[in-house]
């Protein structure tokens, strides 16, 4: 006596594999954006803290000295004449320290009135540029 067992396989579908992974795509396309920008604000905030150990070294080598401190030099000149114990070239990955100037780092840091951009190495190498102001008229 043979009984034959009528098991239902349980499986997906073609239509249901295609629609989930259009769900898929469709959230990975949303959420690709999102992340590129969250991406790039870490990135300016890594440079955004080595300007600043760049300046709180200034600003230290400066309150130490009597001569007041050129802002005008590259970083790398400010490093090797002044600020080797508190700051080193391994210490700024993120920024171009033969092309910065301290002064540079300045503006770097001050969001409200500069902006930068990075390079495709995320590296800062150039000088901030000035936010344009605007120009509201009082009605």
């Given at each position: 006596m043979t009984t034959k067992h009528n098991k239902k396989k349980?499986?997906?579908?073609?239509?249901?594999?295609?629609?989930?992974?259009?769900?898929?795509?469709?959230?990975?396309?949303?959420?690709?954006?999102?992340?590129?920008?969250?991406?790039?604000?870490?990135?300016?905030?890594?440079?955004?803290?080595?300007?600043?150990?760049?300046?709180?070294?200034?600003?230290?080598?400066?309150?130490?000295?009597?001569?007041?401190?050129?802002?005008?030099?590259?970083?790398?000149?400010?490093?090797?004449?002044?600020?080797?114990?508190?700051?080193t070239a391994k210490d700024l990955k993120n920024i171009d320290i033969s092309n910065i100037t301290v002064d540079d780092c300045f503006k770097a840091i001050d969001s409200d009135k500069y902006t930068f951009k990075l390079s495709d190495d995320n590296m800062l190498v150039s000088s901030p540029t000035e936010l344009p102001t605007s120009t509201s008229s009082a009605e």
């Open positions: 349980s499986a997906f579908t073609l239509i249901e594999l295609i629609v989930v992974i259009a769900i898929i795509a469709i959230l990975a396309a949303a959420l690709t954006p999102s992340f590129t920008g969250y991406i790039k604000e870490s990135r300016k905030v890594a440079v955004i803290n080595q300007a600043k150990n760049v300046v709180t070294a200034y600003e230290s080598v400066n309150a130490k000295t009597t001569s007041n401190i050129s802002k005008d030099q590259s970083v790398s000149s400010f490093i090797s004449s002044y600020g080797g114990d508190l700051i």
